[in-house]
């Protein structure tokens, strides 16, 4: 019996990939809301706060009398390293930002920095920062870049 | 000594549906059945200070739920694992080590969603939190994600990159005297700014080494201790916490929940104070480490760490002696390192350290889990009762 031989193609080297987020059910809405071009955060009727990562019920109280709600897509940077040793995809980016953004509507999230080059001079704490969207897949993941 | 009628059980229930539960992924069958069960007693989220699963992490249980524990048992030993969790419960509730604990057990055994979790589950990946939340951003590992609020805690309290240097360059002073660390030759600060920037603002000799080795402890009741050929080291108090598994998702950037409750407790169980401390072992990955901890047990105040170690007070002959195998920085780092520190923190106060420090009979061992997701601290000393 002979095998199949695969040969790699010239013309397509392999080309690692950025992480693609798969959703859980609990999840879904966020990143259909990404997929949307919208940030979306849950919000607590009873504590009237956002949290987040999202979940069905208030980590503040239990309370599963939770909704949806569109955010701003407003922050500021938090905090942030600046990563020397990319990840799979992130290559061409080195070095870059991984970064926490202080949303306006209250929670924090992990993101990247992107619109300025990721330098510590360019990268003040605090400055304003606006959200957008990078294609990974056939998903959205938010992004931020300076506020215009 | 038992714990016969000292403990109860007063909330138990399942999760809501049974059988094939596609829409609920393995962190949120945890918490449906947690909430089941609180509400099958009424106890306020407030009071459940303890927290013990299998499958999911305990701390990643305990932030999801929005519990601030003070007890955690992660123990997976398969499918007995719940009854050994009650086992530890009554035993550390009756000592007092926590009030109210709460076991869960949550599997998405038939339809997989959400499986898998940094610790205890396998991987970042997949459709868990870090895997969606964390993950996409590019982390490599520890050092480009465990530093992340170094440059906040620069911002707020003015922390220079040569403090934070300084924290390597004391380490491996005590290293030079340790025949075993990995690394002994002196540094000095330049020597550190200028090494390999691994994620900014931590240079290669400010992160912790990878090697390989072991440890282990013995331990016995304090009556029997005194029939060993070594001299006893008797445990003085314990304390234990954790904030989050996503380190994003920490409360504030400069400062380690999980450490100050942790530390809290075991000082108060010891009924010790700082001045009673003769030698410490702050577990410390990054450089950043031994700053928070000095900071989060109240050895220093807040913002004072990076100025405390800079004036020498934890370096050979200074009045906090820190970290003096030389440290993850210098000794080694195997990957889980609080082995090591607990190792020297026994040295010391035996007596028997290669740097030892004159005169010791309290130890303090504080040790990091994950990336600020959980703390231990043990307080040990060589003086009977």
């Known amino acids: 019996m002979e095998l199949p031989v695969r040969r790699p193609s010239r013309n397509h080297p392999p080309v690692p990939s950025k992480p693609v987020p798969q959703p859980s059910p609990e999840t879904q809405p966020f990143w259909d809301g990404c997929a949307a071009g919208v940030l979306r955060l849950q919000r607590c009727r009873a504590c009237d706060q956002f949290y987040f990562p999202p979940r069905p019920f208030c980590p503040r109280c239990l309370s599963t009398d939770v909704e949806w709600k569109d955010v701003s897509g407003r922050a500021t940077l938090h905090t942030y390293v600046i990563n020397h040793r990319p990840a799979p995809g992130f290559e061409a980016d080195a070095p870059y930002a991984i970064a926490v953004v202080q949303l306006d509507e209250g929670p924090r999230m992990m993101s990247n920095i992107v619109g300025v080059e990721n330098t510590p001079e360019n990268l003040p704490l605090d400055m304003a920062l606006q959200v957008t969207f990078e294609s990974r897949g056939d998903m959205m993941v938010p992004l931020f870049e300076p506020a215009r | ?385």
């Open chain 2, 1 to 385: 000594m038992s714990v016969r009628h000292q403990v109860a059980i007063v909330g138990a229930a399942e999760t809501t549906e049974l059988g094939t539960i596609p829409n609920l992924s393995s962190i949120e069958l945890h918490a449906d059945a947690a909430r089941n069960a609180i509400a099958d007693c009424g106890i306020s989220l407030a009071d459940i200070d303890g927290v013990a699963c299998a499958g999911q992490s305990p701390v990643a249980v305990a932030q999801y739920l929005g519990i601030t524990p003070r007890y955690l048992d992660g123990t997976s030993v398969g499918g007995c694992s719940f009854m050994l969790h009650v086992r530890h419960a009554a035993a550390a509730i009756s000592e007092g080590m926590c009030d109210a604990v709460l076991i869960t057990h949550g599997e998405s055994g038939r339809s997989r969603v959400g499986v898998g979790g940094f610790f205890g589950g396998g991987g970042f990946g997949g459709a868990t939190l870090q895997g969606q939340f964390e993950a996409p951003y590019g982390p490599t590992g520890p050092p480009t994600m465990f530093p992340i609020g170094v440059v906040r805690y620069m911002k707020e309290f003015g922390l220079t990159h040569e403090q934070l240097a300084m924290v390597a360059v004391v380490q491996r002073e005590w290293a030079g005297h340790n025949p075993r660390a990995m690394m002994r030759d002196p540094i000095t600060v330049d020597d550190v700014l200028s090494s390999r920037m691994i994620a900014y603002p931590m240079h290669l000799l400010e992160c912790c080494l990878v090697t390989d080795g072991g440890g282990a402890l013995i331990l016995t009741r304090a009556e029997r201790a005194k029939d060993f050929p070594s001299p006893p080291v008797y445990i003085l108090g314990t304390g234990e916490s954790s904030e989050t598994p996503m380190i994003s998702q920490m409360e504030d950037f400069t400062t380690s929940k999980a450490f100050r409750v942790s530390g809290r407790q075991a000082f108060a169980e010891a009924g010790i104070t700082h001045a009673d401390v003769d030698h410490l072992m702050i577990y410390d990955a990054f450089a950043h480490l031994p700053i928070y901890g000095l900071e989060d047990l109240g050895f220093v105040g807040r913002g004072e760490a990076g100025a405390f170690i800079e004036e020498g007070n934890t370096r050979p002959g200074g009045k906090l002696p820190l970290n003096t195998n030389g440290g993850g920085l210098s000794y080694t780092h195997t990957g889980m390192y609080g082995m090591f520190a607990l190792q020297e923190a026994v040295r010391q106060v035996r007596g028997t350290a290669p740097a030892q420090v004159p005169g010791v009979q309290v130890s303090v061992a504080h040790g990091v889990g994950g990336m600020f997701a959980a703390a231990g601290t043990v307080v040990m000393t060589n003086q009977a009762g």
